[in-house]
């Protein structure tokens, strides 16, 4: 019991510090570059996220409900290796294809390089949660925000350039893998990587290919909007990345309460004990729903006054647009959830087409309204997409868990 407090208290620190950090750095670029950087630092920023879900390939959350050993720890990182290495060459080719100036194409794959570490040093958390060590993930999470928080004012104010300050992050997250992550791990697990390693993560990729599409799809499906803002009103892009700070709150929140509870979860389901199982949901939706709520309310009410006060720019011309966005960002919170447990359940199909089928909805809508409303069109497609996706989603979890339930008292009969 006060290991699993142990875990939650320091998971959430470095949850919060770690999706905190994007936010809080463009408050420090926006009041010492300008908000022509800021939009620059968003846009490749989230770009590099969508990367980051490549190299993500299968995703901590199926690798510690693996509660049957099918793989080992060496074979799930040997998969993120494998999948960064994929991301390194798609997004070179990305920037290109994209006509990205020198500057924009210098800084986005700083950025996507960032991340290709975080991923890899994310299998390497999935190592230290499977053996009750979360909170070691927790502590190097927190290292890396606060010394990357640092290093990256103390660059930016010396040069004015976000990409030095882009540099200075990827080195604090080199230091803390090779000084901290690497030697924690091998203290909890003996991880050697070998060829089988290879020839098991080949299994891997496979058999989670369909993970691996859900995750990009809702990571893609998050930036679709972004883009063609980008593309269309490059001018506003930076007070959209200011007013996307409420999703990655609501994303910061899911972590907090879904992710120490994977494992449990995991186990719960294996044992088939589904009472427990759907209270823990249960839980997390109410506590998410209430949240939501008093986000929307306070967004409306005090949001612009809160983001013009801590930006020190002037957004009054967008709060409904802030409130739009912040409701969009209410619904992909439980978009989030249902993906997770959808994966937890190993039930795939339902949602990568739901996703699929979303995300070419969001192109064509962001293609109409985009251009047309700017702004308001971008927050527009976010908020229908986002709702179109969690009640779908919704469905496919509750008929995936009533066949479980029916799969499992089928089996009791027969015994």
């Not at 920037?95 to 210098?106: A, F």
């Not at 969001?362 to 047309?372: C, K, M, N, P």
Request: with cysteine.
């Amino acid at each position: 019991m006060q290991a699993q407090k142990k875990d939650y208290i320091w998971n959430s620190i470095g949850s919060f510090l770690q999706s905190a950090i994007s936010p809080i750095l463009l408050i420090v670029i926006t009041r010492l570059n300008g908000v022509g950087d800021s939009g620059l630092f968003s846009f490749a920023m989230s770009l590099s996220v969508v990367f980051w879900a490549i190299s993500l390939w299968g995703g901590r959350t199926y690798q510690v409900s693996d509660v049957k050993k099918e793989f080992s720890s060496g074979d799930y990182i040997v998969v993120r290796f494998i999948s960064s290495l994929i991301v390194a060459v798609f997004s070179i080719s990305f920037c290109v294809l994209s006509g990205y100036d020198l500057i924009k194409t210098e800084l986005i794959m700083v950025l996507v390089s960032f991340k290709i570490l975080e991923s890899i040093a994310d299998s390497m958390y999935g190592v230290l949660q499977i053996h009750n060590r979360l909170y070691i993930a927790g502590i190097s999470l927190t290292m890396k925000s606060v010394f990357s928080f640092m290093l990256f004012t103390l660059v930016d104010i010396l040069t004015k350039n976000i990409i030095y300050g882009a540099l200075s992050i990827f080195i604090v997250n080199i230091a803390v893998v090779i000084f901290y992550d690497i030697p924690w791990m091998k203290h909890v697990e003996s991880v050697g990587l070998t060829k089988k390693n290879i020839m098991q993560a080949g299994k891997i990729m496979k058999k989670t290919a369909e993970v691996f599409v859900v995750v990009f799809l809702t990571m893609f499906s998050l930036n679709i909007p972004r883009y063609f803002l980008d593309k269309y009103h490059y001018d506003q892009i930076g007070y959209f990345g200011i007013m996307a700070m409420p999703i990655t709150l609501l994303t910061l929140f899911i972590s907090f309460v879904l992710q120490p509870n994977v494992v449990n979860l995991s186990e719960l389901l294996k044992k088939k004990k589904i009472k427990e199982f759907t209270k823990i949901v249960s839980k997390i939706d109410f506590i998410t729903f209430t949240l939501g709520i008093l986000f929307i309310v306070s967004s409306y009410l005090i949001g612009v006054w809160a983001l013009n006060t801590v930006f020190g720019i002037d957004i009054n011309n967008f709060r409904i647009d802030l409130t739009i966005m912040v409701i969009g960002a209410v619904a992909n919170a439980f978009v989030s959830i249902y993906v997770n447990l959808l994966i937890i359940l190993r039930r795939f199909k339902g949602q990568f087409y739901t996703l699929l089928v979303t995300n070419i909805l969001a192109v064509i809508l962001s293609v109409y309204l985009i251009d047309r409303l700017a702004m308001l069109g971008s927050v527009l497609v976010f908020m229908i997409i986002s709702f179109l996706q969690a009640i779908i989603l919704l469905f496919i979890y509750k008929r995936s868990l009533k066949n479980v339930i029916m799969l499992s008292e089928d089996k009791v009969r027969y015994e």
